[in-house]
T-cell receptor, first 117, second 113 residues
Framework: NAGVMQNPRHLVRRRGQEARLRCSPM?????VYWYRQLPEEGLKFMVY????????ESGMPKERFSAEFPKEGPSILRIQQVVRGDSAAYFC???????????????FGPGTRLTVT | AQTVTQSQPEMSVQEAETVTLSCTYD???????LFWYKQPPSRQMILVIR??????QNATENRFSVNFQKAAKSFSLKISDSQLGDAAMYFC??????????FGAGTILRVKS
């Protein structure tokens, strides 16, 4: 069973460009979470999605950031008009469906390191 | 809002010795889950150990064990027989009912040979 896949692993964008980060959850997982890790800091929650629904976006910046998890295909985190402060590692995690979940464990992908020049 | 605090930015341990990493958290809930994640230089987040709040027994995974003190809202990680491969950043995390993980700031663990 393949783990959580993220691509690209490294992404370089100039200020003002758009960044698209992709996340394919583990097979059978329908919950996706995005986290951001700034240099020398812990992970900060951004958004929690289920298929075609945003469940919790309380950690998303109000502007320029959006996320989706369509019925088919990977989850996408989109950052428009990137600025240097967006440089960070972005992690995706997934968990299986069902309530209550057995362990509430989230399985992490390897992350995408975004560098804005 | 829930918060997680790791008061030790950095810790060192001699190979084969034991080290304890501290974590405290703040919540008004009674049911929740706590985790320790390891992040080596590769940046991959690896689950080390989990603890369900309703369980009084402390979780153990091989050389890793926790000291869970619910009343004190404390969740420390003990690593026994430390190995060079244990060197990493360690994050304590809290979640409730499969919602977002709230992470501490992390503790860098250095292992000396």
């Amino acid at each position: 069973n393949a783990g959580v896949m993220q691509n690209p692993r490294h992404l370089v964008r100039r200020r003002g460009q758009e960044a698209r980060l992709r996340c394919s959850p583990m097979k059978g997982h329908s919950h996706v979470y995005w986290y951001r890790q700034l240099p020398e800091e812990g992970l900060k929650f951004m958004v929690y999605l289920q298929k075609e629904n945003i469940i919790d976006e309380s950690g998303m910046p109000k502007e320029r950031f959006s996320a989706e998890f369509p019925k088919e295909g990977p989850s996408i985190l989109r950052i428009q008009q990137v600025v240097r402060g967006d440089s960070a590692a972005y992690f995706c995690a997934s968990s299986p469906p069902g309530f209550p979940q057995v362990s509430y464990e989230q399985y992490f992908g390897p992350g995408t390191r975004l560098t804005v020049t | 809002a829930q918060t997680v605090t790791q008061s030790q930015p950095e810790m060192s341990v001699q190979e084969a010795e034991t080290v304890t990493l501290s974590c405290t958290y703040d919540t008004s809930e009674s049911d929740y889950y706590l985790f320790w994640y390891k992040q080596p230089p590769s940046r991959q987040m690896i689950l080390v150990i989990r603890q369900e709040a309703y369980k009084q027994q402390n979780a153990t995974e091989n050389r890793f064990s926790v000291n869970f003190q619910k009343a004190a809202k404390s969740f420390s990680l003990k690593i026994s027989d430390s190995q060079l491969g244990d060197a990493a950043m360690y994050f304590c995390a809290y979640t409730r009912y499969g919602n977002k993980l709230v992470f501490g700031a992390g503790t860098i663990l250095r292992v000396k040979s």
